[in-house]
């Protein structure tokens, strides 16, 4: 059974740091394409960073380029967003979830909060 | 970027209801088109890639359609535990956006 968790959410104030990570199983984790995607209450979804299966590509939103950064670790299968320079806006809940060859989203975690508030 | 709407934002329908939700482009994206569920603390769940083909496991009530622009989710019978947000999402470009979603609840 494919599973995705993720961790490290919390309460961060302005300007600081937050690392999420997102174990996977049930799956080879090095053959897919990761990505995150994030809900902010009365905004939906909104698509945040992806990278490839072997970590040598990534893609990001316009609203987190040069603040946050996406890597893999595949002996560990586990992905990772590691959120600098954070602002209010950032605040929702964060999803790891698996691309397929087809572009669609076949599996999620349940998702890891993220506060950004003094 | 392409731009997702989905109308209604909200509607209230009873058990046995038939539902229609309907997203729309602000280009042509073929089919590149998947619709999921979200309810409170749970993983959202695909329900339906490239515009009607159903994801194993969904319910057969699920259903969709649609090409180019425009796009329709068809419950054909609501069940006690459809009443969730559902959101369109295009894959055409790999600046992957969604629809602003339309929450089903109970009348």
């Known amino acids: 059974e494919v599973q995705l968790v993720e961790s490290g959410g919390g309460l961060v104030q302005p300007g600081g740091s937050l690392r999420l990570s997102c174990a996977a199983s049930?799956?080879?984790?090095?053959?897919?394409?990761m990505h995150w995607v994030r809900q902010t209450p009365g905004k939906g979804l909104v698509w945040v960073s992806g990278?490839?299966?072997?970590?040598?590509?990534?893609t990001y939103a316009d609203s987190v380029k040069g603040r946050f950064t996406i890597s893999r670790d595949n002996a560990k299968n586990t992905l990772y967003l590691q959120m600098n320079s954070l602002r209010a806006e950032d605040t929702s809940v964060y999803y790891c979830?698996?691309?397929?060859?087809?572009?669609?989203?076949?599996?999620w975690g349940q998702g890891t909060l993220v506060t950004v508030s003094s | 970027d392409i731009q997702m709407t989905q109308s209604p934002s909200s509607l209230s329908a009873s058990v046995g209801d038939r539902v229609t939700i309907t997203c729309r482009a602000s280009q042509s994206i073929s089919t590149y088109l998947n619709w999921y569920q979200l309810k409170p603390g749970k993983a959202p769940k695909l329900l339906i890639y490239t515009a009607s083909s159903l994801q194993r496991g969904v319910p057969s009530r699920f259903s969709g359609s649609g090409s180019g622009t425009d796009f329709t989710l068809t419950i054909s019978s609501l069940q006690p535990e459809d009443f969730a947000t559902y959101f369109c999402q295009q894959s055409y470009s790999t600046l992957f956006t969604f629809g602003p979603g339309t929450k089903v609840d109970i009348k």
């Open positions: 049930g799956f080879t984790f090095s053959s897919n394409w």
């Open positions: 990278i490839n299966s072997d970590g040598s590509t990534t």
């Open positions: 979830a698996r691309l397929t060859s087809l572009y669609y989203f076949d599996y």
